[in-house]
């Protein structure tokens, strides 16, 4: 088992390195590196180097990478395992969303694609780092739950004595789903106002060009939207942590509700550099980083209220 934990994880740090690569090629228009070639770049697998084909060819070595882990780990688990349905489940959307973004990177290189559509990948890349994150935790959680307990009450981890998570109450569950719902539309806003171009449309902040309803169509619209959107984000985010304040019996929820805060928060002040003048690569993987931070929690903590799998009984591998 700890053999293929340690693969699995090997695996999510290799997608989260993918979509902090990705935000790399798009922040730096590096998209057409290796020109309209795929899976080649510039149609040879040594062409003359520059820039941006070092960027762009770099992030299809890095996604190839994470397919070949994916598949190891997927093959893996299921020979392994194969009594746990849900970690399957899990390995294989890994191994699904890496195929779909893989595809739509080349469907980008070789058919130019619309904003709405580029926007897209970054939103599949995420789901591809969320799967591969849960795999992880999942077979952390079988190792736990393999372990002799003390006794019937729940460890600090939030289980119980069989190593099955208690119950979330049905109010915190649904808003945990329903907060993942809404930030993976507002993060996919997001990606959008990056592809349109639109990143500095509003200057100043909190303000957008000095008003507080600007123009509400094209680029200024859309960031504007974002804006909108990210703040709305906060609010939730901070009844959910109220909320979870509440579960005296899931420390678990708590914490992640805790640095699911201080992410969005980090999240929303890097963002803000953005219009007051601090617009660079750097700033922007740290806001790219920072999203894929806090999407990683609160997928962690969707999973947390999942109910618990009955047939499953961990298998040494």
């Known amino acids: 088992m700890k053999a293929l934990r340690a693969v699995s994880l090997a695996n999510a740090v290799v997608m ?45 070595v890095v996604s190839a990478l994470a397919g070949l882990l994916s598949v190891i780990v997927l093959v893996w688990i299921f020979r392994a395992l194969p009594a746990q349905l849900r970690l399957k489940r899990l390995a294989f959307g890994t191994f699904f969303f890496v195929v779909l973004q893989g595809a739509l990177g080349a469907a980008a290189v070789l058919w130019p694609q619309p904003d709405l559509v580029m926007a897209l990948h970054f939103g ?11 795999v992880t935790v999942a077979l952390g959680r079988l190792d736990e739950a ?35 719902v809404y930030t993976y539309l507002v993060i996919y ?3 959008y106002v990056r592809h349109l171009g639109a990143s500095l449309a509003c ?13 509400l169509y094209g680029p200024v619209g859309a960031n504007f939207a974002h804006r909108l959107g990210a703040a709305l ?16 019996d899931r420390p678990d929820l708590r914490r992640g509700a805790a640095w699911a805060l201080v992410l969005m928060l980090a999240q929303v ?39 618990e799998e009955r047939e499953a009984v961990a298998v040494s591998a």
Not at 124 to 134: D, E, G, P, Q, Y
Not at 203 to 215: A, V
Not at 236 to 248: C, F, G
Request: aromatic content about 12%; proline content about 8%.
């Open 16 to 60: 989260l390195l993918a979509v902090l690569w990705g935000a790399w090629v798009t922040s730096s228009d590096s998209g057409d590196g290796c020109g309209a070639s795929w899976p080649l770049c510039k149609g040879t697998f040594m062409p003359e180097w520059d820039y941006a084909a070092i960027v762009e060819f770099g992030h299809r």
């Open 124 to 134: 599949f890349s995420l789901l591809c780092f969320t799967f591969a994150l849960l």
């Open 146 to 180: 393999a372990r002799p307990a003390p006794g019937p009450v729940s460890g600090p981890s939030g289980l119980s004595a069989g190593g099955a998570p208690l119950p979330a109450a049905p109010g915190l569950r649904a808003q945990i789903w329903g907060l993942a």
């Open 189 to 191: 806003l997001g990606a």
């Open 203 to 215: 200057t100043g902040w909190p303000l957008c060009n000095g008003e507080l309803i600007p123009t």
């Open 233 to 248: 984000a906060v609010i939730l985010i901070v009844r959910l942590w109220w909320t979870a304040r509440q579960a005296a």
């Open 269 to 307: 002040a890097s963002g803000a550099l953005f219009p007051l003048g601090y617009l660079n690569l750097l700033t922007q993987l740290l806001h790219t980083g920072l999203i894929a931070g806090f999407w990683g929690v609160l997928s962690y903590l969707c999973y947390l209220t999942l109910p």
